[in-house]
């Protein structure tokens, strides 16, 4: 997402098309020696799929996936196995971050905002620094992601997703969008001289017939969801309530949904509230990303329609503008209205998931690691295993991998994290994840 809007002007050109990828497979990485076995000894495991902890557990993996779970007192030991010893911690899956930017390094208005990222970062910079963004989804114990755009890198995403699964670089299993896409007046960059011929961070469509199109492009270069802004600028009206300006057409995002359902593939839409938030929902999104202003009637639509909410709660405390200018209220109006949002969503039982839009925030930034979100999911509402299981098993099905990531369970990809504490008792102590298996493979053992 873009949160604000700042100047200036440069010209730049985009990554040339990635060869295609096989649009239609899942993200695969590279699997761990299929002969290898690893033992897991497991203090504590949360069974994300029934919503218990169990205690003493031993997992079995087998290669990259996981063979067996069972309780160690009957376990029998695999002659030969590795032994991982967890058993003072908390195991549970890898997580899934549904909502990040790995191409995007912060939106700090002191450093020129999002503007720069573009306007001022060589492109060869931008990989580079999306290489380090993944590598920290895995350290943060997320081994699965779904990018969504790369806000003017073009299909950089594909690229990014090319080198993990070939073992070049560490990183999450990846769903990338590569560039989302808006309307003309729908995205930046904005605001600078009209004679000025400048990219922008979305690919910009109009009509049905351009959407459609626009959609072919992208998912014939690799796209495994497509990302649509269906709302775009935001401002408080002089009643005082939160206004965003609408983008597609009802027959636009039909087009859209159309086309990417046709592929097997689904439409993630940010959408804050207000016309957009209806166009959105009525054109059959999958996904409805920020979702800050939910009426009754878009939750209700949003049950009836089975459509998930990435709600992002995290990055409206962001950056707040003074609270006397147009933009300071504009930024308190959207987080009052936000948690609300969230516990109205909650209680209808509206399908949510764990994303943070890491990028417009900093991915280096000490202070606010990712498990941040968590915090914010459980003061509106969640229990502590309702927030684990938006990071964890409902995103598996969201992304039509259930049963295969985010839950600890035979036949699942061995993507297995741990933690020192018991986030189920709280839940911050996932802001401190010390193992993390991914595909089979340690990346990081500090548990030792
Ligand atoms: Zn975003």
Partial sequence: MRIRTLALAFLLSCLPAVAQLGAGSAPQAPAANSNSVVIIRAGRLIDTAAGQVRQNQVIVVRGNKIESVGDAASAKAPAGAQVIDLSNATVLPGMVESHTHIFLQGEDPKKGGYDQNILTYPLAYRAAKATVSARRLLEQGFTTARDVETEGAGYGDVGIKMAINDGSIPGPRLFVVTKALSTTGGYPLEGYAPELDLPK???LADGPVGFRKATREQLSNGADWIKVYMTHRSWVDKQGRLQSQPTLTLDEIKAVVDEAHGWGKKVACHAYNGIGMQRALDGGCDSI??????????????????????PTLSPYYYWWADENTADGKRDRARANVHGPSFQKALKAGVKIVFGTDVGSFEWTDPKSPIAMEFGRMVEFGMTPMQAIQAA?????????????????APGAYADIIAVAADPVRDVNALRNVGFVMKDGKVFKNELK
Avoid: F
């Fill in 201 to 203: 961070g979305a690919q």
């Fill in 289 to 310: 990303e920020h979702g800050l202003e939910l009426t009754d009637a878009n939750v209700a639509q949003m049950v009836r329609q089975g459509t998930w909410y990435c």
């Fill in 392 to 408: 964890t098993s409902m995103p598996a099905e969201m992304l039509d991998m259930k049963g295969e990531i985010g839950v600890v």
